[in-house]
């Protein structure tokens, strides 16, 4: 069964660069998270994998990837990197670097390349659902293509709820 989907920035580079991927199309509600799109595609929490765009101190914007049933430690990270302080972005602001709306942020044809950090233990899963650059769809992909393809940091950061 062929299912159709949108062809988004994201799924342009995933295409080009020659990422398997298999796309899933769900409902999404407002403020449901990953959460509701665990649920409807029937896979842990943990396995969907949020796209977060946060910024400096410096107004210097990056994308954190992290499991959906975890929070980001801004303290940790803000160590890691050398910042000051870390704060998430506005819908605006982040829509300014990644070209996405909040809810469908994908870390794949962002607007601007930006630096991009992974909770590494993303990397201990065999495959993981990630926003496809749309709400309510989901591309799932092998975790190492993020390394591969953007370049993905990993970082110890992840907090539970």
Do not use: W
Not at 51 to 80: C, F, N, W, Y
Not at 99 to 125: C, H, N, Q, V, W
Not at 135 to 150: M, N, S, T
């Amino acid at each position: 069964m062929r299912i159709d989907y949108p062809v988004t920035a994201a799924v342009r580079q995933l295409r080009e660069n020659r990422v398997d991927f298999v796309p899933h199309i769900y409902t999404y509600v407002e403020h449901g998270g990953t959460r509701i799109s665990a649920e409807a595609l029937g896979v842990p929490e943990h396995q969907v994998i949020k796209t977060i765009v946060l910024q400096t101190d410096e107004k210097q914007p990056l994308i954190v990837l992290m499991h959906g049933d975890l929070e980001v430690s801004t303290k940790q990270l803000a160590r890691i990197i050398g910042a000051r302080h870390i704060e998430l972005c506005t819908a605006d602001v982040a829509r300014k670097h990644t070209g996405y709306e909040f809810g469908g942020t994908s870390p794949f044809g962002t607007r601007k390349k930006l630096p991009m950090y992974a909770e590494k233990t993303i990397f201990d899963l065999r495959r993981i659902h990630i926003n496809g650059g749309k709400r309510g769809f989901l591309v799932e992909i092998d975790p190492a293509e993020l390394k591969r393809v953007l370049g993905a940091v990993e970082v110890d950061v992840g907090l539970r709820e």
